[in-house]
């Protein structure tokens, strides 16, 4: 349930569906096994897992979603040798060359036969909502995966008007110049022991500080020499750290002041008195952490 990124958007309009609302919605979609015939299914699955029917979480006045991705494992080099034995078998029969469209004809045959055949593996992504904030967050950084999930929670609801949050001031300008010791860091934050810096010209290629003093001369030397920082870690009030880059998505998310319980000391406790606790302590620490770092970076960029 613990986020590691979080990509987030704002609502351009206030978010005031009801959770038992949005529940139904959801069902409509909910997620089911791939068939023989399918090479993928995503759907919505309860937040809380196994025990639970529920496919909103709520608590304090957020949502928790989760959406559920099955595909089959069909590797590209398996079709390809069985579309090149198909089509050697058939040259000899024919006594002439498959080309073009028979050759697509025959790749589709091969997929059809062989995805019944194939592993199935599943990935998931946990959508959490904040009307209060005007916010909706995806576990995720991947552009790929978050465009998936967005379309998914569409498809159900039928209308998602969000924008990804985009500052006054941009991320790398600001980063550089608090490496560089020309731009004072609010009291709030710190900067951890990571950064990427880039050439402006992408000519030299990129420098990857890790486990680093980030305050020492010679890491702010490399700012000086054309690079910006197009990474760097934070933390903030001591309670979450956390990389943020240039597109202002927050990966490598870390509690500082909680552990994620492991379960291993919590066996005689209700599970979903657990995962509700552990969910309301993250959503109200996003409520602050997110809006103060927007805030940081100039608020959101106007029209």
Same mark, same amino acid.
């Given at each position: 349930m613990?986020?590691?990124?979080?990509?987030?958007f704002h609502f351009l309009d206030p978010f005031e569906t009801k959770p038992e609302e949005l529940e139904e919605m959801l069902a409509e979609h909910a997620f089911s096994h791939v068939n023989n015939r399918q090479l993928y299914s995503y759907g919505w699955v309860p937040p809380m897992g196994q025990g639970s029917e529920?496919? &909103?979480? &709520?608590?304090?006045?957020?949502?928790?979603? @989760?959406?559920?991705? =099955? =595909? %089959? #494992?069909?590797?590209?080099?398996? #079709?390809?040798?069985?579309m090149a034995e198909r089509i050697e078998n058939l040259e000899k029969t024919l006594d002439r060359k498959i080309r073009g469209k028979e050759k697509l004809d025959i790749r589709d045959n091969v997929v059809m036969e062989l995805t019944p055949q194939a592993f199935t593996k599943s990935t998931y992504e946990q959508i959490l909502i904040m009307p209060a904030q005007g916010l909706l967050v995806?576990?995720?950084?991947?552009? @790929? @995966? #978050?465009?998936?999930?967005?379309?998914?929670?569409? =498809?159900? &609801?039928?209308?998602l008007p969000v924008e990804p949050v985009e500052t006054e001031i941009g991320q790398a300008g600001l980063f550089t110049r608090w490496l560089k010791g020309t731009r004072k860091l609010p009291s709030e934050l710190e900067i951890g022991d990571e950064c990427v810096l880039q050439d402006e010209d992408n000519i030299a290629g990129t420098v990857r500080c890790?486990?680093? $003093?980030?305050?020492?001369? =010679? #890491?702010r030397a490399l700012s000086t020499t054309g690079k910006h920082v197009q990474r760097i870690s934070l933390h903030v009030n001591d309670a979450i750290s956390f990389v943020l880059d240039d597109e202002?998505?927050?990966?490598?998310?870390?509690?500082? *002041?909680?552990?994620? *319980? $492991?379960?291993? $000391?919590?066996?005689?406790? *209700?599970? %979903?008195? &657990?995962?509700?606790g552990n969910f309301t302590l993250m959503a109200l620490e996003f409520a602050k952490l997110f809006p103060q770092v927007i805030e940081v970076f100039g608020g959101y960029k106007k029209d």
């Open positions: 613990w986020f590691k990124a979080a990509s987030l529920q496919l &909103v979480h &709520v608590s304090s006045g957020f949502m928790l979603l @989760k959406a559920r991705r =099955e =595909e %089959r #494992i069909l590797p590209a080099s398996v #079709i390809k040798d069985h995806i576990d995720s950084a991947s552009a @790929k @995966k #978050i465009d998936q999930c967005t379309s998914l929670l569409r =498809e159900a &609801v039928g209308s890790n486990k680093q $003093d980030l305050s020492s001369d =010679e #890491i202002f998505v927050f990966s490598k998310i870390k509690f500082l *002041d909680t552990s994620p *319980d $492991d379960g291993s $000391d919590m066996a005689d406790l *209700d599970p %979903r008195a &657990v995962f509700d």
